[in-house]
């Protein structure tokens, strides 16, 4: 569901292993456009029931939810979790809060959008700058792991990132203001992991690789 760059992707990917896998879009042209290369795509909300029931959603084995819209995503997610339950759900989030929205409803197979591209970068600019392939990879995994995992735990209190509502009563309020406190109680203690592993990758390399004419 949603066949812009992100979706076309997981799509020419699975056509490359002769899979073929049914569009849903709201693009009239890329609808179009798609169904000239022989596939099957369908116009419209992907947040309609029936649309999702005409295209076999019920026969279906996989759900990527690949929309721009974090509303609609989210929507989707909800309706195919009620209805399609034997679907697996593989989404695409938009940043930490909607990846949280995605988590309470049950989706387990999130991507961050923009976190492995950004890693991987970090990664480039880190071997251009003279440190080994093998502890650019060790460094990478060690910001990444504390990252995912404290975003996993924290994902159950309220998204994380919102800040309270003046609008809402006291006491959800103040378990927005809880949540938020603890977000970054997490995030200063995933840095501290990282930093420790940062001291411990360099710490071995002081170690096989000492400085010529050093003790």
Known sequence: AGFGRYGQIVGRLLSAQGLQATVLDHDAEQVASVRKFGWNAYFGDATRLDLLRNAGA????????????????EALAKLAGEHFPQLCRVARARNVSHYSALRRLGVEHIERETFESSLRSARSVLERLGLPPHEVRELAQAFRAPNLSE???????NGGTELANPNLDPEESLYQELALDMTRQSWN?????????ISDVMGRRLVSDPTPGGP
């Open 151 to 157: 975003l996993a735990r924290s994902a159950s209190f």
């Open 189 to 197: 203690w995933s840095l501290a992991i990282y930093h420790n592993e």
């Open 58 to 73: 019920a026969e279906a084995k996989v759900l990527v939810i690949a929309l721009d819209d974090v509303a609609q995503s």
